[in-house]
């Protein structure tokens, strides 16, 4: 059976669908360090939206399983080959097919990756705003299936906020469009956002329609801050909010990852930071403000940090600016330096936000695990990181990333700020919606995937298998 | 049987059930001029979430259908009486439940009035930003329930970007709870963002988690001016956005409305305005700025309206401000006066304002009526205004609206921006949606409420009787 699916395949997209080894053995990763236990069937390459309405009427017809993929860089497992799945690589498919200016929208393919569609918005003074930490290797398809958040998203909003309509391969092959492109319009329910954030498990997103913004003016300027404790560095944010002051990025970075950095980076790379001489326990933030107002807000964000025991560095100049920023997005890097890594998601109201990196600090002590852990402050979303050796996350990991995940919810919060659930997370989720909900859910799914094909065992268990 | 279930909701309900005819009379109407056939079974006023479960369990053990009811504002008829219905009227649950600052958000009862949440946060330099044309009077769960947009949504977003979280009572009587207390989460499908507009059809909301957003700081400033036409009008709108100004308000109205409101406040009103000494034809224009480049941006807002030929005026008086803005708030006031207003809703993108101002006055020749109408400009939401005489809507005027609503959708719009399809709607719903989507869409609604009780008629057309 599985045979004739792929000579199906071949005879009717030919040369688009690809069966070497490497390209089967790429798609069982994406970033989270996790790796399906088989090779898909095949991979799928199409170049258009009717290629993907071929595949999708073949597996349909087949009962065959499909995983929708873009450039591979989620971090649950959301788009990595389950067993006896085509793995539809959407990748190919990166045109930007209208950028219209007075409509300040785009229309883009699913593979265009959002640093490419910035970088070519440069000229008009416009931009997309959804800024996931992957922006110049993450797709736009993928943004939209995950629903990504970033760095901006509290002044900015997530990615949600700038999708208008899209267009979508449903399990069968039917192509739909949802939305419109207009800012407002209230037809129907609202499936454009359900779609958004939904995993590659209702559709195939093959077009986006999506809102662009103009550039903020002014700015940006950098405060970067070295705090006593992360508690004082987490109050030091809360009251930057309560302040009313909404700078475009507030991170905030914990002992641990400002070791980790300091050891990758080497100590030169600090000189002139309020990083340099930083004694042990010391906690780090970086803000940047734009708009007509940032050097303003710029000055009363410092006074804040101040007031809350900061020693700070105030920047106008643009590399200065990204140099300070720089030390935060080293983050990653020095990590993953150091071994396997699993980059966690929870996010809490910011009031929490110190309660709980305390209750990450006592969750590592228990387990015995440092636990890095960077936070985007300003909407109390933090990225815990755990470092292991290849292979399978280990036991005690999972065990200590449970009891974060519970402390989040406790608190009001949730196990995936933006990441996504993916397969990683799936175990979680019916304890965070409840059991009314998640039977909701479930029948979201069936409407959309009656015989359940589209990206299987993501976000829900994987059902037995049809008979 | 329907005596039994009034007899029921009284047992369990007591003096929540009001069977009076004044109470009976007023659900049958809200404030889009049309005016239900029957009066309904019962009405019940519950004044808590329990009673709300209490209710829709009878209901749902009766098939008893079940209109949910706010503040009665709307202009779709979405909520009003339906033939042997409940009408649950949740207006009396306005109890603000919490108000977090650190946290930038409230916790409402559904009947909580839009202007008496913001009133209560005035102190505090938070705000709740969605802001209908109805704000004094409508309610946030009336808000949600049609996904309100307002003046000031291509700035501060629709409802929908200031909804966390709801608690929903289902149509069998169960409570769920969707969203968080977090601006980021991506755990499961967005229902939070899908029953954010839903219009009653599935779920009774019965609590919302708000964002709060800082209260701007700077302006207002506001910017008033005359054109020769529409079109011009229209069209330095259009350059304001063009030009990457982004005024909190952005209001157009045609030469008809401007008549309509001269005729209404009187000539002395304009003294002092653009509109004072206005030759027939000439359209009119208020902006307003906000933030802290108020006062720069409402120069350079001023600036394209005069390239634009418009005749401007700019003060950043408050008490001014508001004296320019009155002359777009009487538009309503000085239609109804007239007799019976059908308030339309076309939304089109922003670059075709022009074309559809163009289209709505061809259409109002071509049947003979005057369509006065308003825009709020910088989202391209039209509102054309039909006064017709007492009862029923004349045939001719739908058949206006018709030709109004294919043109928006052919431009790439939406029949509906902000009002929601209700019962006047729905039988455009299918022709904007096409087939599929609205086969998901009848799949999602059968998702939430098997058995057709809530809200039945509204968004798709009433199903026949179950047996």
Same mark, same amino acid.
């Given at each position: 059976?599985?045979?004739?699916?792929?000579?199906?395949?071949?005879?009717?997209?030919?040369?688009?669908?690809?069966?070497?080894?490497?390209? /089967?053995?790429?798609?069982?990763? @994406? #970033?989270?360090?996790?790796?399906?236990?088989?090779?898909? %069937? !095949? +991979? *799928?390459? =199409? &170049?258009?939206?009717?290629?993907?309405?071929?595949?999708?009427?073949?597996?349909?017809?087949?009962?065959?399983?499909v995983?929708?993929?873009?450039?591979?860089?989620?971090?649950?497992?959301?788009a990595?080959?389950?067993?006896?799945?085509?793995? /539809?690589?959407?990748s190919?498919m @990166? #045109?930007?097919?209208?950028?219209?200016?007075?409509?300040? %929208? !785009? +229309? *883009?393919? =699913? &593979?265009?990756?959002?640093?490419?569609?910035?970088?070519?918005?440069?000229?008009?003074?416009?931009?997309?705003?959804?800024?996931?930490?992957?922006?110049?290797?993450?797709?736009?398809?993928?943004?939209?299936?995950?629903?990504?958040?970033?760095? /901006?998203?509290?002044?900015?909003?997530?990615?949600?906020?700038?999708?208008?309509?899209?267009?979508?391969?449903?399990?069968?092959?039917?192509?739909?469009?949802?939305?419109?492109?207009?800012?407002?319009?209230?037809?129907?329910?609202?499936?454009?956002?359900?779609?958004?954030?939904?995993?590659?498990?209702?559709?195939?997103?093959?077009?986006?329609?999506?809102?662009?913004?103009?550039?903020?003016?002014?700015?940006?300027?950098?405060?970067?801050?070295?705090?006593?404790?992360?508690?004082?560095?987490?109050?030091?944010?809360?009251?930057?909010t309560?302040?009313?002051?909404?700078?475009?990025?507030?991170?905030?970075?914990?002992?641990?990852?400002?070791?980790?950095?300091?050891?990758?980076l080497?100590?030169?790379?600090?000189?002139?930071?309020?990083?340099?001489?930083?004694?042990?326990?010391?906690?780090?933030?970086?803000?940047?403000?734009?708009?007509?107002?940032?050097?303003?807000?710029?000055?009363?964000?410092?006074?804040?940090?101040?007031?809350?025991?900061?020693?700070?560095?105030?920047?106008?100049?643009?590399?200065?600016?990204?140099?300070l920023?720089?030390?935060?997005?080293?983050?990653h890097?020095?990590?993953?330096?150091?071994?396997?890594?699993?980059?966690?998601?929870?996010?809490?109201?910011?009031?929490?936000?110190?309660e709980?990196?305390?209750?990450?600090?006592?969750?590592?002590?228990?387990?015995?695990?440092?636990?890095?852990?960077?936070?985007?402050?300003?909407?109390?979303?933090?990225?815990p990181?755990?470092?292991?050796?290849?292979?399978?996350?280990?036991?005690?990991?999972?065990?200590?990333?449970?009891?974060?995940?519970?402390?989040?919810?406790?608190?009001?919060?949730?196990?995936?700020?933006?990441?996504?659930?993916?397969?990683?997370?799936?175990?979680?989720?019916?304890?965070?919606?409840?059991?009314?909900?998640?039977?909701?859910?479930?029948?979201?799914?069936?409407?959309?995937?009656p015989?359940?094909?589209?990206?299987?065992?993501?976000?829900?268990?994987?059902?037995?298998?049809?008979?």
């Amino acid at each position: 059976m599985s045979n004739e699916v792929v000579q199906q395949l071949i005879a009717e997209l030919g040369s688009a669908v690809v069966l070497d080894e490497a390209a /089967l053995e790429a798609s069982r990763e @994406d #970033r989270s360090g996790h790796r399906a236990a088989e090779r898909p %069937l !095949a +991979v *799928v390459r =199409p &170049g258009s939206i009717a290629e993907v309405q071929t595949t999708m009427r073949i597996a349909h017809a087949s009962r065959t399983p499909v995983v929708p993929r873009g450039a591979g860089t989620g971090l649950a497992g959301g788009a990595i080959a389950s067993p006896g799945a085509i793995v /539809l690589d959407v990748s190919g498919m @990166d #045109r930007i097919l209208e950028i219209d200016e007075d409509d300040e %929208l !785009a +229309v *883009v393919e =699913p &593979g265009v990756l959002n640093g490419a569609l910035n970088a070519r918005l440069a000229q008009s003074g416009l931009w997309f705003a959804p800024d996931p930490a992957s922006r110049e290797i993450s797709s736009i398809g993928g943004n939209i299936a995950t629903n990504a958040g970033g760095l /901006l998203c509290a002044k900015y909003g997530v990615t949600r906020e700038a999708v208008l309509g899209l267009a979508v391969v449903l399990a069968d092959g039917r192509l739909i469009r949802t939305g419109r492109r207009t800012v407002k319009g209230v037809t129907g329910y609202d499936l454009t956002a359900l779609l958004t954030g939904s995993e590659g498990t209702l559709g195939i997103i093959v077009e986006a329609t999506v809102r662009l913004r103009p550039i903020p003016l002014g700015g940006p300027v950098t405060i970067a801050a070295a705090f006593p404790d992360v508690e004082a560095a987490a109050a030091a944010c809360t009251a930057v909010t309560a302040a009313k002051l909404r700078p475009a990025i507030l991170e905030l970075l914990d002992s641990g990852s400002i070791a980790r950095i300091a050891e990758h980076l080497g100590e030169a790379a600090l000189v002139g930071t309020p990083l340099a001489g930083l004694a042990p326990g010391e906690a780090f933030v970086v803000a940047q403000c734009d708009d007509a107002g940032a050097e303003a807000d710029a000055v009363a964000v410092a006074a804040v940090f101040e007031a809350a025991g900061g020693r700070t560095r105030r920047s106008g100049d643009v590399a200065e600016g990204e140099r300070l920023l720089g030390i935060r997005r080293a983050m990653h890097p020095a990590m993953a330096a150091r071994g396997e890594v699993l980059i966690e998601d929870v996010a809490v109201p910011r009031s929490k936000l110190a309660e709980m990196f305390r209750a990450i600090e006592a969750i590592g002590a228990r387990h015995g695990v440092e636990i890095p852990t960077i936070a985007h402050a300003a909407d109390g979303n933090l990225h815990p990181n755990f470092v292991y050796e290849g292979g399978e996350v280990p036991a005690h990991l999972w065990a200590a990333a449970d009891e974060m995940f519970r402390t989040a919810v406790r608190l009001g919060g949730t196990l995936t700020g933006e990441h996504g659930v993916g397969i990683l997370k799936r175990r979680w989720l019916a304890d965070e919606l409840g059991p009314d909900v998640f039977e909701l859910q479930q029948g979201v799914k069936r409407l959309f995937d009656p015989l359940g094909i589209l990206n299987p065992g993501v976000m829900f268990e994987p059902a037995p298998p049809a008979r």
